[in-house]
């Protein structure tokens, strides 16, 4: 295994329209297990900064604590990072996204983080409709304490050890949908062409983003009897369709059957054009959108895709009437009222 | 009006205590700031002091007014004159009025108090109102009024000024002003027509309030996070923090709104819970925006664990904690003064926080501007300790100042142009040697300055590391900075007041009535020196007075004497030095309190002085 990236490119690496190679878009060699899915979505997300030409330092990589939290260490060297505590980075985004509205954020978190001591701040970032992409690295298990059940497992899978799991699973795209999340989609970490156009839908989309991305744990939650495995998901995976990111002042190349396809407008002017593959789904419609998804559930399947969509929603900045210029660049004289006022709120007082 | 036979009836001017005594949620709070306000605008000190229950409607609740010529405002214990306007608590109301105060009470339904030794005024409130309003909401609001006319005729409160401060509360809905004037004209009216008046209790316009203001800590803290540049506020409700937030709001809405395009220069949002609202607020100064959250013990307790990631990955913060009686849920609405060593502590681990301790609302609305530069300077927590006492009554204090010259500062954060010039940035760097490293925003250069921030163990260049040496260095580092901290948090103020005297060391809204105490000590031939605690780490001055000193008083209002165990442990003071003087019932402390305490050890002391000398 190697320890240390050597700091030359190749010369021929493909560069984007900033200059960049994929390469610039890299962060610390990743200290996760070999295979680990989590691995595979840095990839992805390095993919897509390359694709959208991204500045990588007006990016805010935050998270949690546990595996999934770890990544963002290994992705965007040139971004600033904050791993805060477990189940938190919720309200530090939040906070975050409040004093500079002009960066972009991405959350990492996985399913001990979010579905459960972080729960309830997962649960107020999205009512608030903080403009970030939040990513569960979604394993089903706590790996960093060496493979207890998370609250996403399903009921029948067993853990590597043989015990079964009590409980109901917490179905974190569902319920995002259902707090009123924006922009939801489920995938799979190895499925590299489905993810990075709903990465690169998600990062520009304004509004909260969710992506539940189902994500191995190669050390354990792998097994024959886990749902979260790598063949489980292969073998069960059912898209919704195919989506393709569309950037901005492009066409949309591909025709398709009338009321299979559906265009998603982003918040830059780009678009996310989905082929359906059941014309009864609706990624517009989030009633239509939570059936579907029950039923596929109901079938045993996982299904993955863009789920649902709405670009028309205001986002926590708009609800607060918040001034254009991020609040950390306001000027003393803008913000301090000075001596006079003050006088007159001492008469007041008087 | 009985009069009282056995005792003399109490005869003073400008210097009583009267006390409210009213039902929860029945309007009565306004009719007795207004009684406090005309005192207020009558030139006499004065210190209003809400009692109340953890409660919205129907039960007991107080509003005990000082009101004393000398300027002594700390709660001085007793009653002069009662209203009683609720049955439910009649007994207890009756029960503490001083042999020969007044009771003023709604004799619509006629009591025997069994006192014969006050006086017992009736006026029947609840009759009067019944006929002069129609409305039942009125009829019942309008009481509280009634009284304060009646009292205006009892006390001779100039009736000019009750007028004013009707019109000045009704500015927006003048259809109200009239109404208000007919109750106000209903109490005094009666008085006039049917009782003997005034009573031995007056007041009298006086001139002692030139250049004083009436506003409580909370709404004086929230103005000075607006002057201190807070542009973002995350807080969760918790009695008795939530007005602090909700002044920020209320200034911030009035003053920091963008005139062209009416958006706002700042944001509040209440959070989920207590954990959240620490979450965001270091989250927005991490991003370079000064941001501050507000709560109280229990909001403490659950903030524990963010505020050692503040600390240990040294992100900025300000958090006012307007402290209330603990331990645990324990007495909302009264006040204390017992989170001192939780929010020095705060958090596992090793760590020690920047406390100052405010002791009015002048000091709430200085210290508030000052955290955020402190908080700035030092990249760490900045604790502002307040109490429900100073935070949520009104206290007379200076008018407040601010110098347009004076520009925020914002510490060690280095510019794009900063970095170009740099070869080599570590966040952790000790390139000053005071233990205060550089910090970039988020968003400053493209190819520099960019760090990861963790709580985990970190080395000079934020990353990752188990090395235990480094992991020590930085915590010995920590120290430093500590140490750099004593030398611009605000020093003690001292006050010394003649040879071989005793000390006393104070904090907070103990003030009033430590000072009091002094002057009454004074007479009885006990000189002690004070010194008011402002903030921690301890600053030279603070050894200095306790190395002059074999014996000190450390007078708080908890039981565990939590400063001066502070003290010890940080200076290693020897126990038998500081001398716990404590009070921790929930209600403010006393002057007298103080000085029977004080007296008794002093007398033993001197005997025992004596005693060694012979």
Redesign the interface.
């Known amino acids: 295994m190697t320890f240390i990236k050597p700091l030359n490119h190749h010369p021929k690496l493909e560069k984007n329209n900033l200059g960049l190679t994929r390469r610039d878009y890299e962060g610390a060699v990743s200290s996760l297990c070999a295979g680990c899915g989590h691995d595979s979505i840095s990839a992805s997300i390095i993919e897509s900064c390359f694709n959208l030409n991204i ?4 990016v ?1 990589k ?1 998270s949690g604590i546990g595996c999934s939290s770890k990544a ?2 290994y992705f965007l ?9 477990h189940g ?1 980075m ?11 509205r ?2 972009l954020y991405l959350g990492v978190s996985g399913d001990g983080d979010s579905a459960s001591i972080g729960i ?2 997962f ?2 970032a999205i009512r ?1 409709q903080v403009n970030m992409v939040y990513i569960i690295e979604n394993n089903g298990t706590y790996g960093l304490t060496k493979g207890q059940f998370s609250a996403t497992n399903d009921l029948d899978s067993k853990n590597k050890y043989g015990d079964d799991n009590l409980f109901k699973p917490i179905d974190l795209a569902t319920m995002a949908i259902q707090l009123g999340a924006t922009y939801v989609a489920r995938s799979f970490s190895g499925d590299r062409e489905q993810l990075i156009p709903l990465i690169m839908g998600a990062m520009q989309h304004k509004g909260f983003a969710l992506l539940d991305i189902i994500s191995p744990c190669v050390t354990f939650n792998n097994h024959a009897a886990s749902t979260k495995s790598y063949d489980y998901i292969r073998e069960h995976n059912e898209a919704v369709g195919k989506t393709d990111f569309v950037p901005l002042g492009e066409e949309i190349k591909t025709s398709y059957d009338e009321g299979t396809s559906v265009e998603v407008n982003l918040h830059d002017g780009s678009k996310l054009s989905l082929e359906k593959t059941d014309k009864n789904f609706d990624p517009c419609d989030a009633g239509k959108s939570l059936n579907f998804m029950r039923e596929k559930e109901k079938e045993g399947k996982v299904l993955t895709g863009l789920l649902y969509a709405d670009s028309t929603a205001k986002d926590l900045i708009e609800t ?5 210029t ?3 660049q ?1 000027d ?1 004289d ?6 006079k ?2 006088d007159l ?2 008469k007041d ?2 | 009006m009985h009069n009282l036979k056995k005792v003399e009836s109490i005869s003073a001017v400008n210097n009583f205590v009267i006390k409210f005594a009213n039902v929860n949620g029945s309007g009565s709070a306004s009719a007795n700031q207004m009684f406090a306000k005309a005192m ?1 605008r009558m030139g006499i000190p004065v210190s209003p002091k809400n009692i109340f229950p953890s409660n919205i409607q129907g039960l007991p609740t107080w509003f005990e007014v000082r009101v004393n010529e000398d300027g002594y405002l700390g709660s001085r214990g007793g009653v002069d004159i009662a209203v009683a306007m609720n049955p439910q608590s009649y007994s207890k109301d009756v029960e503490e009025i001083s042999p020969g105060g007044f009771l003023l009470y709604d004799s619509t339904w006629k009591r025997n108090f069994n006192r014969d030794d006050i006086t017992i005024i009736e006026i029947p409130f609840t009759q009067l109102c019944v006929e002069s309003f129609k409305n039942p909401k009125q009829r019942a609001l309008f009481k509280n009024i009634a009284y304060v006319g009646a009292l205006s005729a009892l006390l001779e409160i100039e009736y000019k000024v009750l007028e004013t401060l009707i019109s000045e509360q009704f500015e927006k809905k003048p259809s109200l002003i009239e109404p208000n004037l007919k109750a106000l004209n209903l109490g005094r009216d009666y008085v006039l027509e049917n009782l003997s008046f005034p009573i031995g209790i007056t007041v009298s316009r006086s001139d002692k ?1 030139e250049n ?4 409580s800590g909370n709404e004086a803290a929230g ?1 000075g996070a ?4 807070a ?2 506020c ?1 807080w969760y409700p918790i009695t008795p923090s939530t007005s602090l937030a909700e002044g920020f709001e209320k ?1 911030a809405k009035k ?2 709104v ?1 005139k062209e ?7 509040s ?1 209440q ?3 207590e ?15 000064r ?1 501050f959250t507000a709560t109280s013990g229990p909001g403490i307790s659950l903030m524990s ?2 505020l050692g ?1 503040a600390y240990f990955a040294e992100i900025p913060l300000v958090l006012f904690n307007v402290q209330r009686g603990g331990p645990s849920t324990g007495m909302p609405t009264r006040t204390q003064q017992s989170d001192v060593l939780a929010c020095a502590y705060a958090s596992h681990g090793d760590t020690k926080h920047v406390l100052i301790f405010p002791s009015d609302p002048k000091e709430c609305f200085d210290f508030a501007a000052k955290a955020f530069d402190l908080a700035d300077q030092l990249q760490t927590p900045v604790f502002v300790v307040s109490d429900l006492d100073m935070g949520m009554n009104d206290w007379v204090c200076d ?6 010259k004076y ?2 500062n914002k510490g060690k954060v280095l510019s794009k142009d900063d970095l170009d010039e740099m070869e080599n940035y570590g966040r952790y760097l000790d390139v000053d040697n005071d233990g205060i490293c550089y910090r ?8 520099k300055g ?7 163990s970190h080395d000079e260049f934020a990353n ?1 590391t188990e090395n235990g040496d480094i992991n020590a260095a930085t915590l010995t580092r920590l120290m430093k900075k500590f140490r750099t901290a004593s030398e611009l948090v605000p020093e003690p103020i001292i006050e010394i007041n003649g040879k071989d005297s005793c000390g006393v060391i104070f904090y907070g809204s103990t003030s009033p009535a430590i000072h009091e105490a002094k002057d009454l000590l004074k007479e009885k031939e006990i000189n002690v020196d004070l010194m008011q605690i402002r903030s921690f780490p301890f600053n030279l001055d603070v050894w200095e007075f306790i190395a002059n000193h074999d014996r000190i008083y450390v007078v708080e209002q908890n039981r565990d004497s939590q400063m001066r165990t502070l003290i010890m442990a940080e200076g290693g003071i020897s126990p038998e030095i500081l001398r716990p003087l404590v009070h921790f019932t929930g209600d403010p402390i006393q002057a007298s309190f103080i000085v029977s305490k004080i007296s008794e050890r002093e007398v033993n002391y001197k005997s025992h002085i004596n005693a060694k000398k012979r």
């Open positions: 500045e990588s330092y007006k805010a935050l963002p260490a060297n040139q971004s600033h990072g904050f791993n805060s505590v938190r919720p309200s530090v985004a939040t906070g975050a996204n409040c004093a500079n002009d960066l309830g701040q649960i107020h608030r607060l009437n918040m001034t254009e991020p609040l950390n306001l003393q803008l913000i301090c009222p000075g001596s006022i003050l709120i001492n007082l008087s | 207020f309030l004083k203001i009436l506003i103005l607006v002057y201190g540049g542009t973002f995350s200034y003053y920091r963008e395009t009416g958006k706002n220069l700042f944001a949002v959070a989920e819970d954990l959240a609202a620490i979450g965001m607020a270091i989250g927005a100064n991490w991003n370079g925006a941001a664990e963010f990631l008018k407040f100042e601010w110098d347009d520009l925020f970039t925003y988020p968003g400053t250069h493209p190819e960019a760090f990861f921030t963790r709580g985990t990752y």
